[in-house]
């Protein structure tokens, strides 16, 4: 976890270094909340997290970059052969690239595309992490709707909603 954390903090200093010399660049931070669903909704009742994103947009209509963050999974009650079990919570740390696509200036199409790490006390590795998005933008903030899982011999994902503020705009 902590190689991990030295790897965000070095992915967001060399952003935030990169976004005050260039003009067309974004620095974004968020939250966001879901249901989980495949078999992340056996296990867990919801899903809350902070997101990190750096997009720099080369092209007129499209945006690449990175993003990570933190995805929470909170363990859920359930009935095992008539005992009643908490289940862990579990995270997902993503690394990932970032596309979007702009058909018109506040509207926006795109997915984060990379590695998700399965992070708490009973789980271990990761798996192929993707999260389309669909949403709204403007110049200081943005609204979307996504569908986040990983693919690790199985289904962890869940479906939801989340804000992220622009710390550094873009032009």
């Known amino acids: 976890m902590r ?25 974004k931070v968020g939250i966001h909340a879901g249901i989980p669903v495949g078999d992340a909704g ?9 997101d990190a994103k750096y997009q720099f947009l080369d092209l007129e209509s499209f945006g690449i970059g990175v993003a990570t963050g933190y995805t929470n ?7 095992i052969a008539g005992y009643k079990v908490d289940m862990d919570d579990f995270g997902v740390v993503p690394v990932a690239a970032l596309f979007r696509y702009y058909p018109t200036q506040n509207f926006f199409v795109g997915a984060d595309l990379g590695y998700g790490f399965l ?18 933008h403007n110049n200081d903030w943005n609204i979307f709707a996504y569908y986040a899982g990983v693919s690790d011999n199985g289904s962890i994902a869940n479906a939801g909603v989340g804000v992220n503020y622009n710390l550094i705009k873009g032009k």
């Open 119 to 136: 992070v708490g006390d009973n789980v271990d590795g990761g798996g192929f992490y993707y999260r389309p998005e669909v949403g709204y």
């Open 73 to 79: 999974y909170f363990g859920k009650e359930m009935d």
């Open 3 to 27: 190689k991990l954390s030295v790897l965000f903090m070095l992915l967001i200093g060399f952003a935030f270094t990169n976004a005050q010399s260039e003009g067309s660049n974004w620095l």
């Open 42 to 50: 056996d296990f867990s009742s919801f899903a809350l997290g902070v």
